[in-house]
């Protein structure tokens, strides 16, 4: 079942990856709006390839509820769980200040903790909150997509969605800027969920619709328009609506761009998607995302013997601690993460059937374990 178009969905996430690096090593005052663009698209290649893998499992003829559950979660933790519990070992050893939060992160619950001070400390691990909204996202939906039923299951996505635009005005009537309106989960479900969307309509045969597969152009220009526009003073009339206008306007933009990149992009356009450095960097892109913090402290930390600047944002630092992540993402690839995939052959998400008599003992008659390797090939 696998499928090989989509290969080109990790040059998405190289893509994603990419522009977080930008933001963090590069951008005026480690932020940009990319950085937080490419997070957004993670989380719509996580929606729609979550809900497919999900929907083709509900699919199978020897299909059960509780099997299926349990071969999702041990999958997920056997890919998520090694790497990223290393980064917390190697954070408490070398940094003081992060061991207060470090519950929190261990229990996927990073998002709240910087809602809650309202500060991004500790820095070093501050990107871990998509990682926890993921983790949430996780935990529920599974639940949605194999019990309800399957008739609605396209109008609760479309239900999701609307939650999250909505929780959108709540911040314009508390008047409170606070890291909360991007951190809590609802800030995220609407990029979640319309990719979850596209798998749903897949899933009957339809793709995205006809008017966002040939507007999004639009879309496109008018975020760029809005991000490059004058944000005027604090707590002018603009703020809000722009904040809005920023986090709504790429969504379908980004929808249109995995819909195709999963069907097979075509010409010039597919032979760049399959570029091979670009799809290597997609492959390791989970590695990227968890080590870079910490190779960009140890980065600065090594000033001394580094001949160029890395210590403040810049070429130097882009290029400096932009490699050392690369090496270090691609040796945790081939030494630790992807021997570890391995396991995943224990826990299929559909069963093999068993018969009785010799044809069993001879292997005859057992259908195929249900394993879709594309979704689980990078970061989910």
């Not at 070992?89 to 200040?97: F, H």
């Not at 820095?123 to 935990?139: A, D, G, R, T, V």
């Not at 800030?187 to 990719?195: F, K, P, R, T």
Request: proline fraction near 7%; include cysteine; aromatic fraction near 14%.
């Amino acid at each position: 079942m696998a499928n090989a178009r989509d290969i080109q969905l990790d040059a998405l996430r190289a893509i994603a990856v990419t522009l977080v690096l930008y933001s963090h090593l590069l951008a005026a005052g480690g932020s940009s709006f990319v950085g937080h663009l490419g997070v957004r698209l993670f989380f719509v290649l996580s929606g729609f390839l979550i809900t497919r893998l999900l929907l083709e499992a509900r699919d199978a003829s020897l299909f059960e509820v509780g099997p299926a559950l349990r071969s999702f979660y041990a999958r997920r933790m056997i890919r998520i769980f090694p790497p990223y519990f290393a980064v917390l070992g190697l954070v408490w050893l070398a940094s003081e200040q992060s061991r207060p939060s470090l519950a929190w992160h261990a229990l996927y619950l990073s998002n709240f903790w910087y809602a809650r001070h309202n500060d991004w400390t500790p820095w070093l691990l501050c990107h871990f909150w998509s990682l926890s909204i993921e983790e949430q996202f996780y935990l529920v939906w599974p639940l949605i997509v194999l019990l309800a039923p399957r008739k609605r299951l396209e109008a609760i996505t479309i239900a999701v969605i609307a939650f999250s635009l909505a929780y959108r005005f709540y911040w314009p009537i508390a008047a409170n800027p606070a890291l909360a309106r991007d951190l809590l989960p609802p800030a995220s479900m609407d990029a979640l969920g319309c990719g979850a969307l596209l798998a749903v309509r897949r899933a009957r045969g339809a793709d995205a619709p006809k008017w966002m597969r040939l507007g999004w152009p639009v879309l496109a220009a008018m975020f760029l328009f809005v991000v490059w526009s004058d944000p005027g003073p604090a707590n002018s009339a603009w703020e809000w609506p722009r904040w809005t206008l920023v986090q709504v306007l790429p969504l379908v933009p980004m929808l249109a761009i995995v819909a195709a990149c999963s069907n097979g992009l075509r010409g010039t356009l597919g032979r760049l998607a399959e570029f091979p450095p670009l799809l290597a960097l997609g492959r390791i892109s989970y590695g990227v995302y968890l080590y870079h913090s910490i190779l960009l402290a140890l980065t600065v930390r090594a000033q001394s013997w580094i001949p160029v600047d890395v210590s403040e944002q810049g070429p130097g630092r882009f290029i400096v601690a932009g490699t050392a992540t690369l090496v270090v993402a691609s040796l945790s690839w081939v030494f630790f993460e992807k021997p570890l995939n391995g396991l995943k052959r224990y826990f299929p998400y559909v069963a093999p059937s068993r018969r009785r008599g010799a044809s069993e003992t001879r292997g005859f008659g057992t259908a195929p374990a249900l394993d879709l390797r594309p979704t689980d090939r990078g970061r989910p």
